[in-house]
């Protein structure tokens, strides 16, 4: 699939200090810490202050991963942001990230693919590295979704919070690095996550009285989806990487609710132990779940070399994107 081995040579997250619990929610809307606990098996997540705005989470992940991968900004060909709470509609967070870290001979750009964005990221940064476009890109997993959640609404509140990861890819070892990804859409599910604005319709002040500013979700239906595509897509990327489920070492699942993960491991006859999960700490984190959840499974030293690791995840597009990653 690829001309050459390409993989991530150094990870980075950055989270923001301030918790809100499940006690803190219960003053906000009708909730208890053990209907959130038991539904989605979170307990708290991370709130970005006031002045952080997407890039400057981001800039931290993407210093500490640089680092880790022992380059600096200015050798980095390509910077790609996933994000769906950009600092702005545009340009892009990639080049106010690029600025701001001084990585002057890097393009820079944005992409959409809510939750699945840092796998189809991975995708487009790994080919580049791959095609001989470029020899190192970073690519980033950020949001600040506490801007566009609706916090009187206890169906969506509960759920998320922000946060950035970061991964540089390079060239690696043969035999190591990417072996596949399994990336797919269904706009037919547009609608069931989703924020207003856009050329659809601008705001204006009707719509931020009904409230159209923050994140909508059909949660039944995209939960229906989550539990039905998280297995098919690593089983898909699996079959492409020509590898068993018994080959896996590591699953790093998107972080949106327990029991969507734990639906993942059933179908993939995994135990627990061989799953990354440190959803009750940080919640939903769109696009930057799987690569602070990343981050934390190599600083614990759960990523070991030759192992085989799968990311996938599941988000408003519809969208979905696994990969498989020899370590
Ligand atoms: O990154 C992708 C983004 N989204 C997701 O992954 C979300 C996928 N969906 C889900 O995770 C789940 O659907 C939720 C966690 C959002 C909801 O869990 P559920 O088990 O599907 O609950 P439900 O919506 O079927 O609601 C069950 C009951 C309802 O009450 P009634 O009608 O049975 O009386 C809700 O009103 O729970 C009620 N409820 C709550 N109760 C206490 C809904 N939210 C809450 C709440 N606290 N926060």
């Known amino acids: 699939m690829f001309n050459k081995a390409v993989g991530i040579i150094g990870t980075g997250k950055y989270v923001p200090e301030k918790i809100l619990t499940n006690k803190d929610l219960e003053q906000l809307v009708d909730t208890n810490d053990e209907w959130i606990v038991t539904r989605t098996g979170i307990s708290e997540r991370r709130i970005a202050a006031e002045h952080q705005a997407a890039s400057d989470l981001a800039v931290i992940a993407s210093q ?38 001084g990585a002057k001979k890097a393009a820079a750009f944005d992409l959409s693919a809510a939750c699945s964005g840092f796998i189809y990221a991975l995708a487009n940064g790994s080919n580049y590295v791959a095609s001989g476009m470029g020899k190192y890109v970073l690519v980033i997993g950020v949001e600040i979704l506490s801007r566009i959640t609706d916090y009187t609404d206890r169906a969506t509140c509960i759920l998320f919070g922000d946060g950035a990861g970061a991964a540089v890819l390079g060239e690696v070892p043969t035999g190591r690095g990417f072996r596949s990804f399994e990336l797919g859409a269904d706009g037919s599910g547009a609608e069931l996550l989703k924020v207003c604005g856009g050329s659809r319709n601008p705001f204006n002040q009707q719509l931020l009285d009904e409230r159209k500013q923050f994140i909508y979700m059909a949660g039944n239906d995209v939960f229906k989806f989550a539990v039905r595509i998280m297995g098919s897509a690593a089983e898909a990327a699996l079959e492409k990487a020509g590898l068993q489920k018994s080959d896996i070492d590591l699953l790093v699942p998107h972080q949106a609710n327990m029991r969507i993960i734990q639906s993942a491991l059933d179908r993939l006859e995994l135990p627990a132990e061989k799953c990354m999960i440190n959803l009750s700490k940080y919640g939903n984190m769109s696009a930057a779940s799987i690569p602070v959840a990343l981050h934390e499974a190599v600083e614990a030293g759960r990523a070991k070399d030759g192992d085989c690791l799968v990311f996938v995840g599941f988000g408003g597009g519809l969208t979905w994107g696994a990969t498989v990653l020899i370590w």
């Open 64 to 101: 500490n991963a640089l680092q880790a991968a022992g380059i600096t900004a200015d050798q980095l060909d390509l910077i790609i942001v996933a994000t769906v709470t950009p600092d702005m509609a545009f340009p892009s967070t990639a080049c106010v990230v690029q600025e701001k870290i």
